[in-house]
C-alpha cells in the first residue's frame, strides 16, 4: 500500500514539484517582465498622451487632416490619446515577446513563429483598418445621397453599405491569414450575388411597375424638383 | 501658362486679326440656339446704340454645344434701320464664336473671354448669359459705362426677382457675402457683369482655372476677389432677369456644393480681410429702378418640409459630428415637431450655416459630405420663408431677406469663434 502511494501519487508529485521548481526562475522572471512591461507601457502611454496634449498635438492633427481620419474609422478620442495608446500597446507587446523569450527555447519558438506571422497580421489589421475607413465614409456618402434624393429607408441603406464593405474587408483579412481559405471567399460571393440577384429579380417581377416609376422619376428628377417645390433656387 | 495657350489657335487669329478694341462683351454659352440670337442682337444693338464711336467686339465662348449654338450667334441679325440710331456706328461690330479650351464650366468660358480681352486691350469687359429671354439693349451700356466713364472696376447686377426667385442668393450667398466683406451686392452671382481692364488682369493671374471655380463657382468668386481686394464694386439696375429654365440635371444638391463650396473656399483666402470687418455698407447702385411684372412662381412647401424633418433625422448622427449640441438639439426638436407649425428661424439658420463654414474650413468632415448634408436644412429654411411670406408682397418679402442679413451681421463675432475653433 506504501509503495503503491509512492509510486502512484508521490514521485508524480514529487516530479511536477521538481519540474516546476526549476521552471520557476524562468517563470517569474517572464511575469516580472510582463509586469515592468505592463507598468512602462501604462507610463510611456501618459507621457505622450499629456506631452502631446502639452505641445497641442491635437489642434495639430486637426490641421493635418489626420484627426479627420481617425474620426473615419470611429476611434476618435483625441489624436493624443490615440497615439499616446498605440505607444503604450507596443511597449506591451514588446514586454509579452520578452517574456516568452525568457520562458527558454518553447516560448523563444512562440517568438520566432510569432515574428514570421507578424507581417501577415499587420496586413490583415490594415486591411481592416482600410476597410473600416471605406465602410464609414462610403456609409455616410450613400446616408447623404440617399437623404437628398429622398429615399426611404436611407439609414437602412446605409447601414447595409456599410455592413457589406466590413464583411469584405474581414473576410479578405481572414483569407490573408490563411483562415478559411478560398472557402469565406466562395461563401461571400454567393450570399452577396444571391442578394442582388434576388433583389433584381422581385423588383423586376414584382414591382415592374414601380422600376419603371423609379427609373422615369430618376430620369425627370430635376425637373420635377423644381416643379414640386416651385421655388427657384440659383 | 502663358496667355497664348489659353486661346484656342482659331480664337488667337480672330483676335489677332481684330488688333484693338474698347469694348468686349463675352456671351459663355452651352447648347443655347434657342436664345443666343436674341442676346446677340441686344449686345450689337446696345453697342451700336451707346457705343459707336468705339471699337466693340463681341465673343462666344461655347462649351461644345451640339445644336448649333456658335452659328446662330455668327448669323444673328441686327437689323440696324430698325434700331433708330442717333448716330450710325463708326466701327463694325466684330464677332467671334469660339471652343474654350480646359475644364468643361461657365469659368472656363469666362477665361476665354478674358483673355481675348486682355489680347485686345478692351477698357471695358462685360459677360452676358445666353440663355437670357429679357435682356434688352441698355444692359450693355449700364454694365460698360461705369468702368469706362466712373472708374468702377467690377460692375454687378441688380434685377427685380420674384420672391422665391434665387433662394440660395437670398439664403446664404448674398447675407453671407455682406456680412463678410461689409459690401451689400444684392445679385453676387447674378451672371451679367461689367468689368475694368485691371481686374480682368487681376482674375487671369489667378491660379484657380484647373479648379472648381472653373466649373461654376466662377460668378461667387469674381465677386468675391473684387470686394476682397479692395476693386470698386458698384451695382446697375436691369430690371427682371427672365430665362430658359435650367438644365435638369444640374440638381439642388449639386448646385449648393459648388456655389457655398465655393464661398466657403474663398473665406480662406480672404480670412485676415474678412475677420477684420463688421457691417456692412451699400454698393452704389446706378440705373433707373422701374417696376416690372415678374413670372408667377408655384410653391409647394410641405415637399420641402417633409425633406427637411427627414433629413434632420436620418442625418443626425453626421450632424453630430460637427453642429454645437445646442443646434443638434434645436434640430431634433424640429424634426419631430408638427409641419404646420414648423419654422425654421433665421437666427438658428444663420448659426447652422456658420457651423457648417467652420467644419470645411477645420476639415472636421469629408467637405462634399459636408456640403451635401446641408440641402436637407436649406430646403427647411426655404419652407419656412416660403410660409412666412406666402401674403407678402416682393417687397416685404426683401424687408424679411434685410432682417437676415441683419441676422448674420449680428452674429458675426460667432462666425470668428467657431472658426477657430472656440
Redesign the interface.
Do not use: M, S, Y
Given at each position: 500500500m506504501n509503495e503503491l502511494w509512492q509510486r502512484a501519487v508521490r514521485e508524480p508529485l514529487d516530479q511536477l514539484w521538481n519540474q516546476m521548481m526549476s521552471y520557476l526562475p524562468q517563470l517569474s522572471a517572464a511575469l516580472v517582465v510582463l509586469v515592468v512591461g505592463g507598468v512602462a507601457g501604462w507610463l510611456v502611454k501618459q507621457v505622450i498622451y499629456r506631452g502631446l496634449r502639452l505641445l497641442r498635438f491635437d489642434?495639430l492633427a486637426?490641421r493635418l487632416?489626420l484627426a479627420?481620419v481617425i474620426?473615419?474609422v470611429g476611434l476618435y478620442r483625441g489624436s493624443s490619446y490615440v497615439v499616446g495608446q498605440f505607444a503604450g500597446g507596443l511597449v506591451l507587446l514588446f514586454s509579452l515577446l520578452l517574456a516568452l523569450n525568457t520562458l527558454g527555447p518553447a516560448g523563444s519558438d512562440l517568438v520566432l513563429r510569432f515574428f514570421v506571422f507578424l507581417p501577415h497580421l499587420l496586413t490583415a489589421v490594415l486591411i481592416v483598418l482600410v476597410g473600416g475607413l471605406a465602410a464609414a465614409?462610403l456609409g455616410?456618402?450613400a446616408?447623404?445621397?440617399?437623404?437628398?434624393a429622398?429615399l426611404a429607408g436611407?439609414?437602412l441603406l446605409a447601414g447595409a453599405v456599410r455592413l457589406l464593405i466590413w464583411l469584405l474587408a474581414v473576410i479578405v483579412a481572414l483569407g490573408h491569414l490563411g483562415v478559411g481559405g478560398p472557402t469565406l471567399a466562395i461563401t461571400f460571393g454567393v450570399i452577396f450575388g444571391g442578394i442582388v440577384t434576388g433583389l433584381a429579380i422581385a423588383f423586376g417581377i414584382a414591382g415592374k411597375d414601380l422600376a419603371r416609376q423609379a427609373l422615369e422619376s430618376l430620369l425627370?428628377?430635376?425637373?420635377r424638383?423644381?416643379e414640386?417645390?416651385?421655388?427657384?433656387?440659383? | 501658362m502663358p496667355d497664348a495657350d489659353i486661346l484656342p489657335a482659331d480664337a488667337r487669329q480672330a483676335v489677332d486679326k481684330v488688333g484693338e478694341a474698347d469694348v468686349v462683351v463675352g456671351i459663355p454659352s452651352y447648347n443655347n440656339a434657342r436664345t443666343i440670337g436674341h442676346v446677340v442682337r441686344a449686345v450689337s444693338a446696345g453697342l451700336a446704340r451707346h457705343f459707336s464711336d468705339l471699337h466693340c467686339v463681341i465673343i462666344n465662348s461655347d462649351g461644345g454645344s451640339a445644336d448649333g449654338t456658335p452659328q446662330a450667334v455668327l448669323e444673328a441679325q441686327v437689323e440696324a434701320d430698325k434700331l433708330l440710331l442717333v448716330r450710325h456706328p463708326l466701327h463694325p461690330v466684330h464677332r467671334i464664336s469660339t471652343p474654350y479650351h480646359g475644364l468643361p464650366g461657365k469659368g472656363s468660358a469666362f477665361r476665354t473671354i478674358f483673355q481675348a480681352a486682355k489680347n485686345l486691350h478692351a477698357k471695358a469687359c462685360a459677360v452676358v448669359d445666353a440663355d437670357l429671354r429679357s435682356i434688352t439693349p441698355d444692359w450693355v451700356e449700364l454694365l460698360v459705362r461705369p468702368v469706362l466713364q466712373q472708374g468702377f472696376d467690377y460692375v454687378a447686377p441688380y434685377y427685380r426677382r420674384h420672391k422665391y426667385d434665387g433662394t440660395i442668393t437670398n439664403s446664404i450667398v448674398y447675407p453671407l457675402t455682406r456680412a463678410l466683406y461689409a459690401t451689400r451686392v444684392r445679385q453676387p452671382i447674378g451672371g451679367e457683369f461689367g468689368l475694368s481692364a485691371g481686374l480682368t488682369e487681376r482674375l487671369l493671374s489667378k491660379k484657380v482655372w484647373e479648379t472648381d471655380v472653373a466649373r461654376y463657382g466662377v460668378d461667387i468668386w469674381m465677386t468675391t476677389t473684387a470686394l476682397a481686394e479692395g476693386f470698386r464694386v458698384c451695382q446697375v439696375y436691369l430690371g427682371a432677369k427672365l430665362h430658359d429654365p435650367k438644365d435638369p440635371g444640374s440638381d439642388l444638391t449639386a448646385m449648393l456644393v459648388q456655389v457655398v463650396g465655393s464661398l466657403f473656399s474663398l473665406m480662406e483666402e480672404y480670412e485676415k480681410r474678412w475677420k477684420a470687418v463688421r457691417g456692412s455698407v451699400p454698393a452704389p447702385l446706378y440705373g433707373f429702378p422701374y417696376a416690372v411684372g415678374l413670372e408667377p412662381v408655384r410653391v409647394n412647401p410641405e415637399r420641402m418640409l417633409s425633406a427637411f424633418q427627414e433629413g434632420c433625422r436620418d442625418l443626425e448622427p453626421v450632424y453630430a459630428s460637427f453642429l454645437r449640441p445646442d443646434l443638434q438639439a434645436e434640430l431634433k426638436r424640429l424634426a419631430n415637431g408638427q409641419p404646420a407649425e414648423l419654422r425654421l428661424d433665421d437666427m438658428l439658420w444663420v448659426q447652422l450655416v456658420f457651423d457648417f463654414a467652420a467644419a470645411f474650413h477645420r476639415r472636421t468632415l469629408d467637405r462634399k459630405h459636408l456640403l451635401e448634408s446641408l440641402t436637407p436644412l436649406y430646403l427647411g429654411w426655404v419652407a419656412s420663408f416660403v410660409l412666412r411670406t406666402q401674403e407678402a408682397s416682393d417687397d416685404e418679402a426683401e424687408q424679411q431677406i434685410e432682417r437676415l442679413c441683419r441676422a448674420y451681421e449680428q452674429l458675426k463675432q460667432t462666425l470668428v469663434d467657431r472658426w477657430e475653433g472656440r
Open positions: 489642434r486637426e487632416g479627420a474620426e473615419r465614409f455616410r456618402g446616408l447623404i445621397a440617399a437623404v437628398n429622398r436611407a439609414r425627370k428628377r430635376g425637373a424638383e423644381e414640386d417645390e416651385g421655388v427657384r433656387h440659383l | -
